[in-house]
C-alpha cells in the first residue's frame, strides 16, 4: 500500500500560496508571490531536497496546482533536479471535472474512492505538492499519512490556506522537526485517526 504524503511550505497565519514566485498564483488578487525566499537557507533546502530528491514517488495534485505545474515543469531544462523528477513521474490529478491532461504521464481521479484504490496498490508513495483544497478532503477521508509544515516566520494576512473550509477535528502527532537558522519551523506530523483530546480544566 501506498503512504500519501504532503509537503507544504506556509505562513504563521497559515497561508500556503504562490511561496515560489510572484507569478506562481495569483488568483484572489494575490500580490505577494516568493515569500520564502527570503528565509531559505542550508537547512530548509536540505528538507526540500530530501522529499523532491530523495525515495521515488508520484505526485498528487489539485486541478489548480497541476493546470500551474503542466506548462512549467516541461520548459525546464532537462539538468534542473526537480524538473528531471517532476517531469517522467507519475502525476495523479484529483479532480471532479473533466480534465484532458497535457503534462507527459498524467492522469485524472474523479474521487476519493479512485484515489483510495490507488492508494491500496503497490507503487510508489504519492507526493501532495501545492493542492491547498486537497488537505480537508485527504482529512476527512483518512487518507493522508504524513504531513511535513515549513512555517515561515512571515505573516501574509490573505491567500489561500493550509487547512481551509471543509478540514475536520483531527489529532496530529510529531514525528520529526527542525528549526533553521532563520526561523522556519520544519514538522513532520502523522494523523493519529482520533479527534483532538478534550478535558476541563483541572
Avoid at 11 to 34: K, N
Avoid at 37 to 55: F, I, K
Avoid at 58 to 65: D, E, I, P, S, Y
Wanted: with cysteine; proline share 9%; glycine share 10%.
Amino acid at each position: 500500500m501506498r503512504k500519501i504524503i504532503g509537503a507544504v511550505f506556509v505562513s504563521l497565519d497559515g497561508v500556503m500560496q504562490a511561496p515560489g514566485g510572484p507569478e506562481e498564483d495569483c488568483s484572489g488578487g494575490f500580490e505577494l508571490g516568493g515569500w520564502i525566499w527570503a528565509c531559505s537557507d542550508d537547512v530548509t533546502r536540505e528538507a526540500v531536497r530530501g522529499y523532491l530528491l530523495g525515495a521515488p514517488y508520484a505526485l498528487l495534485l489539485g486541478r489548480k496546482t497541476y493546470e500551474i505545474f503542466a506548462p512549467y515543469w516541461p520548459q525546464m531544462p532537462p539538468e534542473n533536479p526537480i524538473a528531471a523528477r517532476f517531469n517522467p513521474t507519475a502525476k495523479y490529478v484529483l479532480s471532479s471535472r473533466d480534465l484532458t491532461p497535457t503534462w507527459h504521464n498524467s492522469h485524472r481521479l474523479p474521487s476519493l474512492d479512485a484515489l483510495r484504490e490507488l492508494k491500496a496498490t503497490e507503487g510508489p508513495d504519492l507526493l501532495v505538492q501545492g493542492s491547498s483544497t486537497l488537505y480537508p478532503q485527504l482529512l476527512k477521508a483518512g487518507l493522508l499519512d504524513r504531513l511535513i509544515v515549513q512555517t515561515y516566520p512571515v505573516v501574509l494576512g490573505q491567500g489561500k490556506r493550509l487547512l481551509g473550509e471543509g478540514t475536520p477535528p483531527v489529532g496530529l502527532k510529531l514525528v520529526g522537526s527542525v528549526v533553521s537558522t532563520t526561523g522556519v519551523v520544519i514538522a513532520t506530523y502523522a494523523p493519529t485517526g482520533h479527534k483532538p483530546q478534550t478535558s476541563a480544566v483541572p
